[in-house]
């Protein structure tokens, strides 16, 4: 692959994301997309199915060994739950319930928590808004990494040790990069996990809940599906900040490999973004995308021109709020 960037700093641009001029120009060619928009009739069930495949899981666990526990953790329980991080992605466009039941889809994006073991919807549903509009913004956009691991992790061991790490750097860069007060729902969501990881314990003891949270690390670290971490918005060609991914783990992460598309129409669920492409063509058939997320982990880590700092960084002007 050619015209790879260049190792020691950020990719500074001082242009507008390309999303935004690219969906004017969609829906100005192809006004049907957005019949598209709206909500999912369909994700409510999915993750509730899921939710409670977990919580059986949590029974069936209860008294394996630990090294089984944590084999099925990463096999089986850590895939659900990653997934569900995913669903959680797409209820905070408000793809569950609409956008008229925003409350709705706060709960349920809470509820879809669960298995997770630690609260994280309200706090994502916070920062990925600002992931959308100030993409690769200079300390709006929390999802690009700090100074310090572009210049730290930066070998093939290094690498391999923040990929584990990922879970970590996602929860706490935000709170050194653009830290925010903590809101009400923040709070709840707290309190419902912690509930629900005490009644686990009550009920079946700790194997379940250390079952949940594992599993939650693990595939959130060095793990296939993780692979997307990494190929959404790592700068594997010059001149491109975000890459879609066409392969079959879009089965199990309700199609965020359609990266591209999302960003594009982020109002649009995932079980529609296939048509997005499909009726767009043109516009998306000729842009770098990647086949294999284990390809994308595997070059990120023994690639010496990739790294934590192969990101592109721009200065946004803060929004008003209405």
Request: a positive charge; charged letters at 20%; proline letters at 6%.
């Amino acid at each position: 692959m050619g015209n790879r960037v260049t190792r020691g700093d950020f990719e500074w641009v001082y242009t507008e994301q390309p999303h935004t001029q690219r969906r004017k120009e969609i829906l100005a060619k192809y006004p049907e997309i957005k019949t598209l928009m709206g909500p999912d009739p369909h994700l409510k069930w999915i993750v509730s199915g899921m939710v409670f495949t977990q919580l059986l899981a949590c029974y069936l666990v209860k008294d394996l060994s630990w090294k089984w526990i944590f084999f099925w953790a990463y096999a089986f329980g850590g895939c659900i739950n990653h997934s569900l991080t995913l669903a959680i992605h797409d209820i905070s466009h408000n793809v569950a319930f609409g956008n008229k039941q925003a409350k709705w889809n706060r709960w349920f994006a809470i509820f879809a928590n669960l298995p997770v073991g630690v609260p994280y919807s309200a706090s994502f549903k916070k920062y990925h808004i600002d992931h959308h509009r100030y993409l690769g913004g200079d300390s709006l956009d929390v999802d690009i990494p700090t100074d310090f691991e572009g210049w730290f992790f930066c070998t093939p061991l290094r690498k391999l040790l923040w990929l584990f790490l990922q879970p970590l750097f996602y929860s706490l860069r935000p709170l050194y990069v653009n830290p925010k007060a903590i809101t009400r729902m923040e709070i709840l969501n707290a309190l419902v996990q912690f509930s629900i990881d005490l009644i686990i314990y009550y009920l079946w003891g700790l194997k379940p809940v250390i079952y949940l949270i594992a599993g939650t690390i693990l595939c959130l670290g060095f793990h296939p599906i993780s692979g997307h971490f990494i190929a959404e918005h790592y700068m594997f060609l010059k001149g491109y900040e975000t890459y879609s991914y066409y392969g079959p783990l879009n089965w199990l992460t309700f199609n965020v490999g359609y990266h591209m598309e999302h960003h594009d129409f982020p109002s649009i669920p995932g079980c529609r973004l296939p048509m997005v492409k499909k009726i767009a063509a043109e516009y998306y058939d000729n842009l770098p995308h990647h086949q294999s997320w284990i390809r994308v982990l595997w070059d990120f880590v023994f690639d010496d021109t990739l790294g934590p700092y192969s990101r592109v960084k721009r200065l946004c002007k803060l929004a008003k709020e209405s």
